[in-house]
Each structure stands twice: as C-alpha cells, then as structure tokens.
C-alpha cells in the first residue's frame, strides 16, 4: 500500500514536501517514481529513485526545483517542491516501478490515491 500525504494550498513561489508511506511489501528493493494528474490531461511522469538511492532522474518540467529522495529505514518517499507555479497544481502519487523497469518506461504496478496540490498566483 501506498499514501501519500503533504499535499495543500499555497501561493506562487512557494514550497512543499509530499511523504508516501510505503506498507505491505519490501520498499528498499523498488524503484519509486512520483507522477502527477490533472483532469482533462495525461498523466505526466514527475521524478524516478533507484531501489538504494543513487540514481535520480526528472521531467524537465520540474528539474531544479523538484527534488526526489527515500528514507528505506521509514518505508517512506518523499517529494521536495520548490519555487511553485500555479502549473504545478495536480493530484501528485507515488507509485512503485515493476522489477525489470527503468525510469524511462514509465510503467507502474502500484499506485497511491494521491495528495492533491494547489498553487495561487
């Protein structure tokens, strides 16, 4: 299971940090990635972990703001967002990549609900 948390409201330029709690499988060994949703479009792949942590990768869209991280001893993914737009609002999930995927395959075989994200301008 997958929940993701940290989501809210805040004005342009701002911060936040979004959490997905990992439970029921064993999260070290997964490569994670967060996507993002907004109704009417497709789903836009965010930013990718390795299983360990080495290796990192990101959408241009959020590159240098955007930063990715886990914390295997918690079971727990994190998402840092900075510098914010009102673009940036969408439905933001965690979701765990298969064994055998990389981060350009953009395929997923567990999904969060999703924390929901709002940006004022």
């Known amino acids: 299971q997958l929940v993701e948390s940290g989501g809210g409201m805040v004005q342009s330029g701002g911060s936040l940090r979004l959490s997905c709690a990992a439970s029921?499988?064993?999260?070290?060994?997964?490569?994670m990635s967060w996507v993002r949703q907004v109704p009417g479009k497709d789903s836009e792949w965010l930013a990718y972990i390795s299983s360990g942590g080495d290796e990192t990768h990101y959408a241009d869209s959020v590159k240098g703001r955007f930063s990715i991280s886990r914390d295997d001893a918690k079971n727990t993914l994190h998402l840092q967002m900075n510098s914010l737009t009102p673009e940036d609002t969408a439905l933001y999930l965690c979701?765990?990549?298969?064994?055998?995927?990389?981060?350009?395959?953009?395929?997923?075989?567990?999904w969060g609900q999703g924390t929901p994200v709002s940006v004022s301008s």
């Open positions: 979701a765990r990549v298969p064994f055998s995927r990389s981060w350009h395959d953009e395929e997923y075989d567990m």
């Open positions: 029921g499988f064993t999260f070290f060994a997964y490569a």
